[in-house]
């Protein structure tokens, strides 16, 4: 059977490199769009056999070099996403709302089979937040562009690749306290990456199309719980402090100085919204392709790098 043109933009990410080594694995040719050529490539090009895979390097807004790459595709995916602004043009305006409307567009002109774009769950919700207010709206230039589009809603997204358990391990390792936003409260229900690309890779191989579909994992976990459970697993006690929205806001003010803030104004109005199912589109579990690897079973694989003794604190070494 003939490998099908998958053209992914944001493949270097952490969804992007799961979903190659799926794809490929699976009989897809990938081509994969990146700014940066040599700083990516080597990640990039290790989840593929070669014959496979093709990178490259190309700013996203460069029409005659996209509509190349759109020449020779038959299935388009678009990863790529922001969690701050910054002033070289990466606003949430250019990236979640204009991009993803360029692509519908080509999708349609160069008669795609199939348009897959990652938003994200809980944004109808949060009205005050640019981030999900730009996200919406790609979503509905989307749609307006290429009806046939099938946008996938993810909870937040984990494994060893991410910028969440790592970068909380991270923080609960070296701070003696740790902050919790809105009480802790806020529900969450996050997705494994592996279970995230199953899903991707259900859509691609079914032809799923016109469809939201939110994304979730197994469990319900809240903000709280999820600190408490990493401290678990990493075998630490700090303590977690509620912290009043003005010094919330006030910490974020000051992480926004810099050039990768931890936190910003935007994600913690974003924080103040539960990250679960609307109950208004199909879920993954809905359309049979439920998630099936639970939080502390997964982080568990790699939070001993977070733990005193590393590698050395694992069973295989505690058995001897
Ligand atoms: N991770 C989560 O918890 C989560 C939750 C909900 C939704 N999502 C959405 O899922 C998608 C993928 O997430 P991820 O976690 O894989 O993201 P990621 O690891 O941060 O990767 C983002 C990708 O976007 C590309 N990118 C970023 N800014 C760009 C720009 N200005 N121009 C061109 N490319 C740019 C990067 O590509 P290069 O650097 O190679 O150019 C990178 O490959 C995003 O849309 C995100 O909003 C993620």
Not at 94 to 102: A, D, G, K, Q, Y
Not at 209 to 221: F, L, M, Q, R
Request: aromatic content about 12%; hydrophobic content about 40%; charged content about 20%.
């Amino acid at each position: 059977m003939k490998a099908k043109n998958c053209l992914i933009f944001g493949g270097s990410g952490q969804i992007g490199t799961h979903l190659i080594r799926k794809l490929t694995k699976n009989n897809y040719k990938v081509t994969v769009v990146t700014r940066n050529l040599h700083q990516k490539s080597y990640r990039i090009k290790t989840q593929a056999n070669a014959g496979y895979i093709d990178i490259v390097e190309a700013n996203i807004f460069d029409e005659k070099i996209i509509r190349e790459l759109f020449s020779n595709a038959e299935i388009c995916i678009n990863l790529i996403g922001i969690l701050f602004e910054n002033k070289k043009g990466n606003t949430f305006k250019n990236i979640h709302s204009l991009f993803p409307s360029i692509l519908a567009k080509l999708t349609r002109e160069y008669n795609l089979k199939q348009f897959i774009h990652i938003s994200a769950l809980g944004i109808n919700e949060a009205t005050d937040s640019n981030y999900a207010i730009s996200k919406l709206e790609g979503e509905n230039n989307i749609l307006k562009n290429f009806p046939a589009a099938t946008i996938l809603r993810p909870s937040i997204v984990y494994s060893v690749d991410d910028n969440f358990t790592t970068n909380f391990m991270t923080l609960l390792s070296n701070l003696p306290f740790f902050p919790l936003y809105y009480y802790g409260k806020t529900k969450f229900m996050p997705i494994h990456c592996s279970d995230l690309v199953d899903i991707i890779y259900h859509v691609l191989s079914k032809n799923i199309s016109s469809n939201i579909i939110e994304c979730v994992g197994p469990e319900t976990i809240t903000f709280e719980d999820v600190l408490k459970r990493l401290l678990k697993l990493i075998d630490k006690k700090r303590i977690l402090i509620p912290f009043p929205l003005f010094v919330a806001n006030l910490s974020a003010k000051l992480f926004e100085l810099l050039p990768k803030p931890i936190l910003t104004q935007d994600q913690l109005r974003l924080l103040k919204y539960d990250n679960i199912l609307s109950g208004k589109y199909k879920s993954n579990f809905q359309l049979g392709i439920p998630s099936k690897r639970f939080f502390d079973e997964e982080v568990k694989k790699y939070c001993y790098m977070w733990k005193e003794g590393g590698q050395y604190s694992t069973d295989k070494y505690s058995k001897n």
